[in-house]
């Protein structure tokens, strides 16, 4: 019994499900500001650079059987056009079933919309389009009917449970808007954003009727970067996030500190509440940001995944340009 509830738990927390949701489905991340195209795609392109590279590796719960693992890659390229565009794939796997929830996007962000003295406070608008497939392999599954009272489980024993449907896949869409005041120089530089995903509500081809749909999922965003000396900033932010009658709250901050030329050293920490407590470590070299997270459980589910934590490490990269425009090197939120 203690097995089988740690695997539920692990189904609930890996899904974003806290203890009071029920229907949320995406994955989710601790550095969601390392993916932005997962976020909010009025981030694509939200950087001084003419392109960006970032990838990130979620593992969850690794002392139970079959964990929970997240990989994404993603790329965004800036123009002169006063659009921006990326792509972005995200890889889950879980459970002795080989389940996998893959989705791959295409982003667009429109970024002409500049008002203030100096065309300063900007406004981006960002589009999504994609696909998101799901499958699992059946063969790898056990069923009440294998197994015999006497002599145990026997995967060579007949099951009665017909599964039709290994594998489905569903047309997505999402949008999102983002603010930032970009002015240099200035003590303070505000942020933030909304999105909303699953515009088109996939549907679910898993569920019994196959006509269930994905809720959409809300999110909004905020933060302000702080300049505390010319060689140190802080910057507080939190993020929300909705998805049928699940939420996730998260608030944080991390100071960034300049050690070397060319070089930063970053440390903060988020909280999920409800759900983690999550330290962060990052350094930068160059146009390189590499960060570390570990998800410390603060819910009881910690007790029934024996206390197994979740490990986060991302990498991006980010290509020059022509031309520098350090106004927006700040809307690079790293925690």
């Given at each position: 019994?203690?097995?089988?509830?740690?695997?539920?738990?692990?189904?609930?927390?890996?899904?974003?499900?806290?203890?009071?949701?029920?229907?949320?489905?995406?994955?989710?991340?601790?550095?969601?500001?390392?993916?932005?195209?997962?976020?909010?795609?009025?981030?694509?392109?939200?950087?001084?650079?003419?392109?960006?590279v970032?990838?990130?590796?979620r593992?969850?719960?690794?002392?139970?059987?079959?964990?929970?693992?997240?990989?994404?890659?993603?790329?965004?390229?800036?123009?002169?056009?006063?659009?921006?565009f990326?792509?972005?794939?995200?890889?889950?796997?879980?459970?002795?079933?080989?389940?996998?929830?893959?989705?791959?996007?295409?982003?667009m962000?429109?970024?002409?919309?500049?008002?203030?003295?100096?065309?300063?406070?900007?406004?981006?608008?960002?589009?999504?389009?994609?696909?998101?497939q799901?499958?699992f392999?059946?063969?790898?599954?056990?069923?009440g009917?294998?197994?015999?009272?006497?002599?145990?489980?026997?995967?060579?024993?007949?099951?009665?449970?017909?599964?039709?449907?290994?594998?489905?896949?569903?047309?997505?869409?999402?949008?999102?808007?983002?603010?930032f005041?970009?002015?240099p120089?200035?003590?303070?530089?505000?942020?933030?954003?909304f999105?909303m995903?699953?515009?088109?509500?996939?549907?679910?081809?898993?569920?019994?009727?196959?006509?269930?749909?994905?809720p959409?999922?809300?999110?909004?965003h905020?933060?302000?970067?702080?300049?505390?000396?010319?060689?140190?900033?802080?910057?507080?932010n939190?993020?929300?996030?909705?998805?049928?009658?699940?939420?996730?709250?998260?608030?944080?901050?991390?100071?960034?500190?300049?050690?070397?030329a060319?070089?930063?050293?970053?440390?903060?920490?988020n909280?999920?509440?409800?759900?983690a407590?999550?330290?962060?470590?990052?350094?930068?070299?160059?146009?390189?940001?590499?960060?570390?997270?570990?998800?410390?459980?603060?819910?009881?589910?910690?007790?029934?995944?024996?206390?197994?934590?979740?490990?986060?490490?991302?990498?991006?990269?980010?290509?020059k340009?022509?031309?520098?425009?350090?106004?927006v090197?700040?809307?690079?939120?790293?925690?």
């Open positions: 019994m203690k097995k089988h509830l740690a695997i539920a738990a692990i189904i609930l927390s890996a899904l974003g499900i806290q203890q009071k949701a029920m229907a949320q489905s995406d994955p989710h991340f601790t550095q969601y500001y390392v993916y932005p195209s997962w976020l909010n795609p009025a981030l694509t392109g939200a950087f001084d650079g003419a392109y960006r970032a990838g990130i590796y593992t969850q719960w690794g002392n139970i059987s079959s964990p929970y693992s997240t990989q994404g890659v993603a790329a965004d390229f800036t123009t002169n056009k006063n659009m921006n990326g792509l972005s794939v995200l890889n889950q796997t879980a459970g002795d079933g080989g389940y996998r929830y893959t989705t791959a996007y295409v982003n962000a429109y970024t002409g919309i500049r008002f203030g003295s100096m065309q300063t406070h900007r406004i981006a608008i960002g589009l999504q389009a994609g696909l998101i799901r499958r392999d059946p063969t790898k599954l056990t069923f009917d294998q197994w015999n009272p006497a002599t145990g489980y026997n995967p060579g024993n007949p099951t009665s449970d017909i599964l039709s449907s290994r594998t489905a896949s569903s047309f997505d869409a999402g949008a999102g808007i983002l603010y005041n970009g002015t120089n200035r003590r303070a530089n505000l942020y933030a954003g999105a995903s699953h515009l088109t509500k996939p549907v679910d081809q898993f569920s019994s009727s196959k006509k269930e749909t994905l959409m999922r809300y999110t909004a905020a933060g302000v970067k702080i300049k505390l000396s010319e060689t140190a900033s802080l910057t507080p939190v993020l929300y996030l909705r998805q049928g009658t699940a939420e996730e709250k998260m608030v944080g901050a991390y100071v960034q500190l300049n050690i070397a060319n070089t930063d050293f970053m440390l903060g920490g909280y999920r509440f409800d759900d407590a999550s330290p962060f470590v990052g350094f930068t070299h160059k146009k390189m940001v590499l960060g570390v997270s570990y998800d410390i459980n603060t819910s009881d589910l910690g007790k029934l995944v024996k206390g197994s934590n979740s490990f986060e490490i991302s990498l991006s990269f980010t290509g340009r022509n031309i520098k425009t350090p106004e090197d700040f809307i690079c939120p790293r925690l």
